[in-house]
């Protein structure tokens, strides 16, 4: 279990909004776990924004401003949703436990929203470029 998971569910959205967060524990599972966690209290549009100004202010604090990137953040957001809609999992472990392919798969399951490689255009890093394949 990756170290993240020393923190509450409030304690880790908590840590994160302040900014104290160890910036090792923020992998690529703590990022889908921050959105779950706010998922459970708001809609998809509304934690978007909030990440889309909570993350950016993090990697600049621990000096990676370069590292967000505003599609693969919303995405994010809006894969996890689409994964809790018919999900009753109370722990993010025990969701993540029954969706592996969020944190396995994600560039595949990205891919499959987009006629091209959303993680490699500088433009889909500034702006959020909706899906042209497949809606979220």
């Not at 490689?117 to 497949?134: Q, W």
Request: proline share 7%; with cysteine.
């Amino acid at each position: 279990m990756e170290a993240h998971y020393q923190l509450s569910d409030a304690g880790f959205a908590a840590a994160f909004a302040d900014l104290s967060l160890d910036p090792i524990l923020f992998t690529h599972e703590a990022h889908l776990r921050l959105a779950w966690i706010h998922l459970r209290q708001a809609d998809p549009a509304a934690v978007s924004n909030l990440l889309c100004t909570q993350i950016p202010r993090y990697a600049s604090h621990v000096g990676a401003p370069g590292k967000f990137h505003r599609t693969v953040t919303v995405a994010a957001v809006y894969a996890v949703a689409h994964f809790m809609q018919n999900d009753e999992a109370t722990t993010f472990p025990a969701f993540l436990a029954a969706h592996p392919r969020l944190k396995t798969h994600f560039r595949e399951l990205l891919a499959t929203h987009y006629s091209f490689d959303i993680f490699a255009s500088e433009k889909a890093r500034v702006d959020y470029l909706p899906p042209d394949v497949l809606p979220f």
